[in-house]
């Protein structure tokens, strides 16, 4: 007790060592360590997220005490609630707001503007998909709106306009006339015309009352290229001559371009991008299907500075090109997920070769099925301490060989993702050799007449050869545990920092290890779903070494029951996300004991779940405030066929 009497700014210092969640959790102690925790220093870019209900009035006006701060407000629509929650954040916050996001909202143009002109210090406006402000055509079609908003919006420096349907030229003129000084603009998935108007069935004009056009994008890039940096034209249909009339604008320098799912891109338009673009830092060409290792090649020749570059899903890509990538210097984030044909050699001699080379602190090689443990073993050597994230999802031929080299050259890690990484036993994560039975040599025999060779046909004369997958490895005995704990070697308890894991679908995993080694005392998020041979104890055991777990994820873990949940939950005070689907052991039992230790918890899945009841999941949700999605199909032995 004696710290409630330390001064403000000494319980302040003390905090700063902390992650934010433990300083969330720090802040509920007293009331002086609450008002440490509301210094400055403490809520730079800090974003409130809520729904709309009548409980928003009270806590929109118990935000102004705050110096700036951001909101994100979902579900408003036409309503008076909704009018007077807008109206609020105007008269309470106006000019301390710096952000504003309005997600599953379907408000009116006069709500709207009659918030935005308080709104004098906004840095960010989203109006991701609210496709109600413009269907009508007339949103800011009147001067003195224009003029207002315009007052409001001088210093607006990230716009989304993502997902609008019924966005034309005429709109988005006059809204981005009210935003002198962008910096960030995002178009996603929106009906952009850029080389036909299939509205008027001619070449794209400007000034359509219908959609956006390439021209009408063209312009806003002239006036504002000195300011905007960043651009987001992901999911549309851009082509390669549109790609190219982009960046070659006059005064154009961007730094970051986002193209996620841009299917008709080619090669030469990536090209001609780096050439004109060659300041970018951040570059998203995911899903991008028609590029090939041509464009790889391209960002290593003329990107010099990029720091993030996203290839996933660019099935064409093969090795070709890597390893000139890793000359640059100050890339940090490479995401290959889902390339096919990536065997990662070129990824090692990139980075083999001197300095200088990247500095990789995110590698991504989801579902690379060519992947093997040699590659691994070798890039985990070559990245070191400087990697972060690292995501091996679905590599499907990786072996304890890979645990083990993880947990020996990449002590940094926070992030590390192996679900489905089915060869990945007790003996990689307890850092082990499993033992094997030694060859014995051949007694000589006699000369029994001419041999067979395999090649002749299984014909009787020869057994079959075992398949690796049929081969079930040696289960760790009470000698193998008293090994492990006196030696130092490379088990995944190395990884003291870790934040998150992933293990789903490892399905030779059991208690022996998730018991000995998940003990981390910063996780915050842990998959162990399908894992058919943990129990209780490793549920426990989690609990009680890693209890800062916000997410958790057991669902198709049939030996997880109530009684473990009773033993678990008391000790995962922080818990949020609880995934349980078909879980059989699991009942009601477990409902309640949510409803009594988890009362900050969001998201709940009991799915398949037979012995959970639609009731008492209604009963748990009347119990939890903060629970905003539940899933529960087909609980309590819903018949599949009759419903599906």
Not at 32 to 43: N, V
Not at 219 to 231: C, D
Not at 285 to 309: G, H, I, M, N, Y
Not at 355 to 368: G, H, I, K, M, V
């Amino acid at each position: 007790m004696e710290g409630q009497h330390l001064p403000t700014e000494i319980i302040s210092y003390i905090l700063g060592y902390l992650h934010v969640t433990d300083r969330r959790e720090a802040s509920l102690v007293c009331k002086s360590w609450y008002e440490a925790s509301q210094e400055h220093q403490f809520q730079k870019n800090v974003t409130f997220k809520f729904p709309l209900s009548t409980s928003s009035l009270d806590f929109i006006r118990a935000l102004a005490r705050r110096p700036c701060c951001g909101l994100i407000i979902s579900h408003l629509d036409g309503s008076s609630l909704s009018r007077q929650v807008l109206v609020e954040v105007g008269v309470h916050l106006g000019p301390h707001l710096e952000s504003l996001a309005l997600p599953g909202s379907s408000i009116t143009e006069s709500s709207l503007l009659g918030l935005l002109p308080h709104l004098t210090g906004l840095q960010k406006l989203d109006l991701q998909g609210l496709d109600s402000l413009f269907m009508s055509g007339a949103f800011l079609s009147r001067e003195e709106h224009r003029q207002q908003v315009q007052h409001a919006l001088r210093n607006l420096q990230e716009l989304d306009l993502s997902d609008l349907r019924y966005l034309s030229d005429l709109s988005f003129n006059r809204l981005t006339s009210c935003t002198p000084k962008l910096c960030q603009l995002s178009l996603a998935g929106c009906h952009i015309a850029f080389e036909f108007d299939p509205y008027r069935g001619c070449p794209v004009g400007s000034g359509s009352s219908a959609l956006v056009s390439l021209r009408n994008i063209l312009s806003l890039l002239q006036k504002q290229a000195s300011t905007l940096r960043r651009l987001d034209l992901s999911r549309t249909s851009i082509t390669p001559e549109s790609l190219r009339s982009i960046a070659q604008v006059p005064g154009l320098c961007l730094e970051e371009l986002s193209l996620h799912g841009c299917k008709e891109l080619t090669d030469y338009s990536m090209e001609i991008l780096c050439k004109q673009q060659n300041a970018l830092k951040t570059l998203d060409l995911s899903a991008c299907t028609e590029l090939t290792s041509r464009t790889v090649l391209a960002v290593a020749t003329e990107l010099k500075d990029l720091q993030l570059l996203t290839l996933s899903q660019d099935w064409k890509i093969t090795d070709k090109g890597l390893a000139e990538l890793m000359a640059l210097h100050c890339l940090r984030a490479l995401d290959l997920s889902e390339c096919l044909h990536v065997i990662g050699v070129d990824l090692v001699k990139g980075l083999s070769s001197p300095q200088p080379r990247a500095q990789l602190e995110t590698l991504s090689l989801r579902n690379c099925t060519y992947i093997r443990d040699a590659v691994i073993y070798s890039l985990t050597q070559l990245l070191g301490s400087n990697l972060k994230k690292l995501d091996l999802t679905s590599c499907v031929y990786l072996t304890d060989l890979s645990v083990r080299a993880i947990a020996t050259y990449l002590p940094a890690l926070v992030v590390l993702r192996l679900g489905w990484c089915k060869e990945i036993s007790d003996w990689g994560l307890l850092g082990m050799v499993e033992p094997t039975k030694d060859c014995e040599p051949r007694d000589k025999e006699e000369d029994k007449g001419p041999s067979f060779t395999r090649t002749f046909g299984n014909m009787g004369f020869f057994q079959p050869p075992s398949l690796p997958f049929q081969e079930k490895p040696r289960l760790v005995t009470d000698e193998d545990l008293g090994t492990f704990k006196e030696q130092e070697g490379a088990s995944l308890l190395a990884l003291r920092g870790l934040q998150e894991l992933d293990l789903s679908a490892c399905s030779k995993l059991t208690d022996t290890s998730i018991t000995q080694v998940l003990r981390f005392p910063e996780l915050r998020h842990l998959s162990l779903s399908m894992l058919p041979e943990i129990s209780d104890e490793s549920l426990v055991s989690v609990a009680y070494h890693c209890c800062s777990l916000t997410s958790l994820a057991l669902s198709h873990c049939p030996q997880i029951s109530d009684q473990g949940m009773a033993r678990a939950l008391p000790l995962l005070r922080r818990l949020q996300h609880l995934y349980l689907a078909c879980c059989d052991a699991i009942t009601n039992e477990t409902l309640s004991i949510i409803s009594l230790h988890c009362d900050r918890l969001r998201t709940l899945d009991v799915s398949m779940c037979k012995d959970i009841t639609v009731h008492q999941v209604d009963h748990l949700q009347s119990r939890l405030p903060f629970l905003e999605k539940v899933q529960c199909r087909f609980v309590n032995g819903a018949d599949f066929t009759i419903i599906l």
